[in-house]
């Protein structure tokens, strides 16, 4: 029976029996706190200390307003200082009961992130950041299914279900529009479950459609597929989910066709391609001085700027560098070494004197055809020269081109570029402080999207990155770190970082993850969705568009294929 005054004598309210029925489980009063340090909830009787955990969602119901944060601590209280130093003989269970909740309870730090005006009526404001606290005396809740929603959105084109926050089955997104606005970092120790976050990441953005990925794949694990040594499977790759949509490209092609893996294109990068600030880039990984890394200037423009290299490693003798090196003024020892040290190429298969095709042309042919592009390493991903080497060319070359681009279209002369990531791994070696300034990738970080290209940078040692371009990650997804300082330059700038600190130092070592920035309203620890199994590659396959891989035995149209038809389809044979 609906309509008449409750046994408390009070008319219902619909909407607040509603709001109340969404509300999660009680877990107690607000009793102490600060908006810097966050706010202290005593935990009733009835809920046990274990079983609320860091990371946790809580939302807090105040007189006008409802507050919604994550737990950052849990610690023990006592109402008499005396219970620690003589504690009671609780052997009896029913004086442990009694001293529970009462004379000793459980209390837990809340950080308040975010306002929620109450329900009033049919009406809701969307979250804003919180500029105040709950009162004395407010309820605390965990947080439910609707107010995560409420939060981080649902599941759709813009919202990509990442994971579920901890100890809940709650489904929580990230909004992928802002997302690939800036660049994003994804952090954590060898073994975390980066790989796994980074693809999750990669298939959110294909599906959303509105950029496209360039990946420099240095293990070879985002392609095809790889083994998994960890739960002694095959995990599937970006091609295998979505064949019509990723193209692969491989440095290696013996790897590829042992591993079984089909190539799209087989890179071959030529002398001409190689310029002085690839050597300038490879000055760490080549042990290379200043002054012998500055000395492929002077050849470049002794010899021009497609004939330096070849020309130079065309010498042979030591007189005939040291001639060399008095006609270009450098240093005869430096010229020495940088000749040495550039020899070290020549045992890279994928350099040659001269290629047919240019390799950052073919990938932003497929780009704009709007696939996403897969470079494989093979066995040349466990060389850091050659990662950095064709790296940083095919970036520097691919950017040019989008700057061109994009210059054209603000004169009206063409269309904008699609937006592009490129994700590269070991981060740090691009991005140190001593060469940042000097790299393509840190100069793509700094402009913040200005040509359609931002990055997305995987690295265990986020501390070796220059602080700067940290600064410029939009967002971050960051594993477990154990290192000090890597947890210093994960969350250096970032409202609440000491007590995300605590957060992420108690991270599992494997598929938990801190997320902040720009893609989320606020800092969350998730449990990450599945990867690997038969359905979430199911789940993982079909789109929010309703676009579905095709099937294992379906076939893919070819670019000669498709060059055919639509050639057919333009002048039939009928005239």
Not at 180 to 196: A, C, D, P, Q
Request: proline share 5%; charged share 25%.
């Amino acid at each position: 029976m609906t309509g008449g005054p409750n046994q408390n004598g009070d008319t219902p309210n619909p909407a607040a029996d509603a709001d109340l029925d969404s509300q999660g489980a009680a877990l107690g009063l607000v009793v102490d706190g600060s908006l810097s340090q966050g706010v202290e909830v005593r935990l009733d009787p009835a809920t046990s200390v274990e079983e609320v955990k860091v990371g946790a969602f809580v939302t807090i119901r105040g007189d006008n307003n409802n507050f919604f944060g994550v737990v950052t601590d849990v610690s023990l209280g006592t109402t008499d200082p005396r219970l620690k130093h003589t504690p009671p003989q609780v052997d009896n269970p029913f004086i442990a009961q009694v001293m529970s909740g009462t004379v000793a309870y459980g209390t837990i730090s809340v950080l308040p992130n975010l306002i929620m005006p109450a329900v009033m009526g049919d009406s809701h404001e969307g979250p804003s950041a919180a500029k105040t606290i709950p009162p004395h005396f407010s309820r605390a809740y965990v947080a439910s299914q609707r107010d995560v929603e409420a939060v981080f959105g649902q599941e759709d084109q813009r919202h990509f279900w990442i994971g579920s926050p901890l100890d809940m089955e709650h489904k929580l997104c990230i909004d992928l529009d802002e997302m690939v606005k800036r660049s994003i970092g994804v952090f954590g120790k060898s073994g975390t479950g980066k790989t796994f976050l980074t693809r999750l990441l990669l298939i959110g953005i294909l599906q959303q459609g509105q950029a496209s990925s360039l990946i420099f794949d240095m293990h070879s694990e985002y392609g095809w597929g790889a083994a998994d040594p960890e739960n002694r499977r095959f995990a599937k790759g970006l091609k295998q989910l979505f064949p019509a949509q990723v193209s692969t490209f491989t440095l290696d092609e013996e790897s590829s066709k042992r591993r079984q893996s089909p190539s799209d294109e087989v890179v071959r990068i030529g002398y001409g391609e190689i310029e002085p600030e690839d050597v300038e880039m490879l000055r760490e990984t080549l042990n290379l001085s200043e002054v012998a890394a500055s000395a492929a200037f002077n050849l470049q423009q002794k010899f021009g700027q497609r004939e330096w290299m070849s020309k130079f490693m065309a010498l042979e003798g030591r007189d005939s560098i040291f001639e060399l090196a008095n006609d270009i003024q450098v240093q005869p020892n430096a010229l020495g070494s940088l000749y040495n040290r550039l020899s070290r190429l020549k045992r890279f298969d994928f350099l040659v004197e001269s290629t047919r095709h240019d390799a950052a042309n073919r990938v932003i042919e497929h780009l704009d055809q709007g696939r996403h592009v897969v470079l494989e390493f093979g066995k040349y991903g466990r060389d850091l020269t050659a990662y950095m080497l064709v790296s940083n060319l095919l970036t520097r070359r691919i950017h040019n081109k989008y700057i061109d681009r994009k210059e054209e279209a603000e004169g009206g002369q063409g269309r904008e570029p699609r937006p592009l990531v490129i994700v590269i791994e070991e981060a740090h070696k691009f991005l140190s402080p001593s060469v940042a300034s000097h790299t393509i990738f840190g100069t793509i970080a700094r402009e913040l999207r200005k040509y359609n290209v931002t990055l997305m940078v995987i690295d265990q040692r986020p501390s070796g990155i220059d602080s700067e371009v940290m600064s410029q990650v939009g967002t971050r997804l960051t594993c477990l770190l154990d290192n000090e300082r890597d947890i210093e330059a994960v969350l250096e700038g970032t409202p609440g970082s000491r007590q995300l600190r605590t957060v992420l130092a108690r991270l599992e070592p494997k598929q938990q993850a801190l997320i902040f920035g720009h893609a989320l309203p606020m800092p969350v620890v998730i449990h990450t969705r599945e990867y690997g199994s038969t359905d979430s590659y199911e789940q993982l396959s079909r789109s929010a568009a309703g676009w579905t891989a095709p099937s294992p035995g379906e076939t893919i149209e070819t670019q000669g294929e498709r060059l055919e038809r639509e050639i057919s389809e333009l002048f039939p044979e009928d005239g």
